[in-house]
C-alpha cells in the first residue's frame, strides 16, 4: 500500500496549479491533505466521442497528482450518464446514445489515461463504470433521489434559460443528468471529486446529495477552463481541439495553431515542468522577454511527448520544421483509394475520413481550409461544395497546414 506523502510544497503546489475553486475551502482541504489521511477521489468521463481529449487530459493530470501523493484514484466511466448526454453549455439537447455506443466510445480511454495515470503497481487507479450502481435504481429511487432538488435549481442555469428565450425544448432527462452525477459521489462514498470549471453545478449537485443522504462532506476542486487570453475556450466548436488518439504529427501540428494568448494557462494545465519554470514561462511571455513562437514549440513537444514518447515527440517536432516552417511536403503521404470514378469534393472527404461530417467539410472548405493538388501543378483552394472530381489522375488533398492524403483509384 503507498504511503501518503504529506510534504507541505507538494500539497500547496497540487492545491494551487490549475485550480479554479474548491469547496467548502483550500484551508479544510489542505489541512485534510497535510493530516496524512488517505482521501478517495475521482473524476468522471461520459463516453460520448471516440477519444478523450486535452481537455480531459488536464482532470486525469490533476488525478495523477493525487495519485502520486498516495491517494486513492478512481476512473470513473459514464456508461449509464452518457447515455442522457451532460446537457452543461449546450444549446440544444445532446443526441441520446445506446450503451453499445457508449461502450465502444469509451473502449480506448483507459489506454489513453495510462499516459498520465498509473493502473498498476502498489496504488493503481481504480476503473469504475457508473451503470453499476445507476442500472440498480428504481422509479421509486429516483423519485425519492430526485425529491432533494428543485426545479428552480435545474432551471435557472445560462443554457436552459438561453433555451427559454430561443422557444427551444427542454427535455425531462436533461434534469436528471445532475441527479445522476450526484448519485455517483453517494455510490462510491468518495471524498472528493474533481472536474473542469464547468462542470461546478453537477459537482455541487453531488456535494449537496452527499451531505443530505450521508452527512458527509464532499470536497470539490474546480480546475480553470483552457482558453486564450481573451477567455476563448479551446476545444470542438474552435476546432482546436486535440484529441488523444491524433498522430504524433498531428497532435504537435494543432498545438501550433493555438493563439499565443493560451500558452502559459496550457503549460500550467496540460504539462508537469516544474512549477516554478512554469510561473517563469508566464512572466517572461508578459514581459515580452520570450519568443511565444520557441514557447509554443516547446508545448507541443511537451505534450506530445506525454501522449506518444520522447521519440516520437521530437520526430513530430522534425516534420513540423519541414512541412510547415519550411513549407516542404512530407515525404510520406498516406494514401486513400477510392472505387469511384467521379466524386463530389465533400462526399470525399467524408468517405476518406479526412472529415467526420459534411457539415465539418462544407465548414472548412468555406475557410479555405481544403486545397488540391493534381499531377504537376501547385495547390489550389477549393471552396465550391459542389464540386465534382474527376479521378483520371492521382491528386492529393491538403486539409489545413499539416494533413495530407493521396486519392488513388
Given at each position: 500500500?503507498?504511503?501518503?506523502?504529506t510534504d507541505k510544497k507538494l500539497v500547496d503546489e497540487l492545491?494551487?496549479?490549475?485550480?479554479?475553486?474548491?469547496?467548502?475551502?483550500?484551508?479544510?482541504?489542505?489541512?485534510?491533505?497535510?493530516?496524512?489521511?488517505?482521501?478517495?477521489?475521482?473524476?468522471?468521463?461520459?463516453?460520448?466521442?471516440?477519444?478523450?481529449?486535452?481537455?480531459?487530459?488536464?482532470?486525469?493530470?490533476?488525478?495523477?497528482?493525487?495519485?502520486?501523493?498516495?491517494?486513492?484514484?478512481?476512473?470513473?466511466?459514464?456508461?449509464?450518464?452518457?447515455?442522457?448526454?451532460?446537457?452543461?453549455?449546450?444549446?440544444?439537447?445532446r443526441k441520446k446514445l445506446t450503451r453499445e455506443e457508449v461502450?465502444?466510445?469509451?473502449?480506448?480511454?483507459?489506454?489513453?489515461?495510462?499516459?498520465?495515470?498509473?493502473?498498476?503497481?502498489?496504488?493503481?487507479?481504480?476503473?469504475?463504470?457508473?451503470?453499476?450502481w445507476n442500472d440498480k435504481l428504481n422509479f421509486k429511487d429516483?423519485?425519492?433521489?430526485?425529491?432533494?432538488?428543485?426545479?428552480?435549481?435545474?432551471?435557472?442555469?445560462?443554457?436552459?434559460?438561453?433555451?427559454?428565450?430561443?422557444?427551444?425544448?427542454?427535455?425531462?432527462?436533461?434534469?436528471?443528468?445532475?441527479?445522476?452525477?450526484?448519485?455517483?459521489?453517494?455510490?462510491?462514498?468518495?471524498?472528493?471529486?474533481?472536474?473542469?470549471?464547468?462542470?461546478?453545478?453537477?459537482?455541487?449537485?453531488?456535494?449537496?446529495?452527499?451531505?443530505?443522504?450521508?452527512?458527509?462532506?464532499?470536497?470539490?476542486?474546480?480546475?480553470?477552463?483552457?482558453?486564450?487570453?481573451?477567455?476563448?475556450?479551446?476545444?470542438?466548436?474552435?476546432?482546436?481541439?486535440?484529441?488523444?488518439?491524433?498522430?504524433?504529427?498531428?497532435?504537435?501540428?494543432?498545438?501550433?495553431?493555438?493563439?499565443?494568448?493560451?500558452?502559459?494557462?496550457?503549460?500550467?494545465?496540460?504539462?508537469?515542468?516544474?512549477?516554478?519554470?512554469?510561473?517563469?514561462?508566464?512572466?517572461?511571455?508578459?514581459?515580452?522577454?520570450?519568443?511565444?513562437?520557441?514557447?509554443?514549440?516547446?508545448?507541443?513537444?511537451?505534450?506530445?511527448?506525454?501522449?506518444?514518447?520522447?521519440?516520437?515527440?521530437?520526430?513530430?517536432?522534425?516534420?513540423?520544421?519541414?512541412?510547415?516552417?519550411?513549407?516542404?511536403?512530407?515525404?510520406?503521404?498516406?494514401?486513400?483509394?477510392?472505387?469511384?470514378?467521379?466524386?463530389?469534393?465533400?462526399?470525399?472527404?467524408?468517405?476518406?475520413?479526412?472529415?467526420?461530417?459534411?457539415?465539418?467539410?462544407?465548414?472548412?472548405?468555406?475557410?479555405?481550409?481544403?486545397?488540391?493538388?493534381?499531377?504537376?501543378?501547385?495547390?489550389?483552394?477549393?471552396?465550391?461544395?459542389?464540386?465534382?472530381?474527376?479521378?483520371?489522375?492521382?491528386?492529393?488533398?491538403?486539409?489545413?497546414?499539416?494533413?495530407?492524403?493521396?486519392?488513388?483509384?
Open positions: 500500500m503507498a504511503k501518503v506523502i492545491l494551487s496549479r490549475g485550480v479554479e475553486k474548491i469547496y467548502p475551502s483550500r484551508e479544510l482541504l489542505e489541512k485534510r491533505l497535510l493530516s496524512g489521511e488517505k482521501i478517495r477521489l475521482y473524476c468522471g468521463y461520459d463516453p460520448s466521442a471516440t477519444s478523450l481529449h486535452v481537455g480531459n487530459a488536464i482532470s486525469i493530470n490533476k488525478l495523477a497528482q493525487f495519485q502520486k501523493l498516495g491517494h486513492e484514484v478512481i476512473f470513473l466511466l459514464g456508461d449509464f450518464t452518457g447515455m442522457i448526454g451532460d446537457p452543461t453549455d449546450k444549446k440544444a439537447a461502450l465502444e466510445n469509451a473502449r480506448e480511454y483507459q489506454s489513453q489515461a495510462s499516459a498520465y495515470l498509473d493502473f498498476d503497481g502498489d496504488n493503481p487507479a481504480q476503473v469504475l463504470y457508473n451503470s453499476a429516483i423519485i425519492e433521489l430526485s425529491s432533494n432538488f428543485t426545479v428552480q435549481q435545474m432551471i435557472q442555469r445560462d443554457m436552459f434559460q438561453e433555451r427559454l428565450k430561443e422557444a427551444k425544448p427542454i427535455y425531462l432527462h436533461e434534469f436528471l443528468y445532475p441527479l445522476t452525477q450526484a448519485y455517483d459521489s453517494v455510490a462510491m462514498d468518495v471524498d472528493l471529486e474533481i472536474g473542469g470549471n464547468d462542470q461546478m453545478f453537477n459537482m455541487m449537485c453531488g456535494r449537496d446529495l452527499m451531505k443530505t443522504l450521508k452527512n458527509k462532506e464532499k470536497f470539490v476542486l474546480t480546475l480553470k477552463l483552457l482558453a486564450d487570453d481573451a477567455g476563448k475556450k479551446m476545444g470542438k466548436s474552435e476546432g482546436n481541439a486535440v484529441f488523444l488518439n491524433a498522430t504524433p504529427n498531428d497532435m504537435y501540428g494543432i498545438i501550433m495553431s493555438w493563439p499565443d494568448g493560451s500558452i502559459a494557462l496550457a503549460f500550467e494545465l496540460c504539462t508537469n515542468i516544474p512549477y516554478e519554470e512554469m510561473k517563469q514561462i508566464a512572466s517572461d511571455l508578459k514581459s515580452a522577454k520570450a519568443n511565444p513562437r520557441d514557447l509554443k514549440m516547446k508545448l507541443a513537444l511537451e505534450i506530445t511527448k506525454i501522449n506518444h514518447g520522447t521519440k516520437l515527440a521530437l520526430e513530430a517536432q522534425e516534420n513540423f520544421i519541414k512541412t510547415i516552417q519550411n513549407k516542404e511536403m512530407p515525404d510520406e503521404i498516406p494514401s486513400y483509394q477510392t472505387k469511384s470514378k467521379n466524386i463530389n469534393i465533400v462526399e470525399l472527404l467524408l468517405e476518406s475520413k479526412m472529415v467526420t461530417s459534411k457539415g465539418e467539410a462544407r465548414r472548412l472548405m468555406e475557410q479555405g481550409g481544403i486545397k488540391i493538388k493534381t499531377g504537376t501543378t501547385d495547390f489550389v483552394v477549393i471552396k465550391d461544395t459542389n464540386l465534382t472530381l474527376d479521378l483520371k489522375e492521382e491528386i492529393i488533398i491538403q486539409r489545413g497546414k499539416r494533413q495530407y492524403l493521396r486519392i488513388t483509384k
